[in-house]
């Protein structure tokens, strides 16, 4: 079974700095591309950063230089490095495959403040 567990999201003031993590259990981590997606209030969810099994990355224009995806083989974790963060960058963060499986976990909210 699936689990999808994303942590440190918080309160920072635009500029400033966050590192997400994801836990993630059974298959998905092992056969799949992780990626980060974000959904901020009454828009759609949208891919921000992916990585493949053996490390390639891409990112969305909107985050390029800014974000870092990194991911732990051994611990099943992706991470997501954010800097530079801007106020409408707010929104609940949610890791999953690229392309996404049909669960997902409950997300961690990031607020940037003005």
């Known amino acids: 079974q699936v689990q999808l567990v994303e942590s440190g999201g918080d309160l920072v003031q635009a500029g400033g700095s966050l590192r997400l993590s994801c836990a993630a259990s059974?298959?998905?981590?092992?056969?799949?591309?992780m990626g980060w997606y974000r959904q901020a209030p009454g828009k759609q969810r949208e891919l921000v950063a992916t990585i493949t099994r053996g490390g390639s990355t891409n990112y969305a224009n909107s985050v390029k230089g800014r974000f870092t995806i990194s991911r732990d083989n051994v611990r099943n974790t992706v991470y997501l490095q954010m800097n530079s963060l801007k106020p409408e960058e707010t929104a609940v963060y949610y890791c999953?495959?690229?392309?996404?499986?049909?669960?997902w976990g409950k997300g961690t909210l990031v607020t940037v403040s003005s």
């Open positions: 059974g298959r998905i981590f092992s056969i799949n591309a």
């Open positions: 999953n495959a690229v392309p996404p499986g049909d669960y």
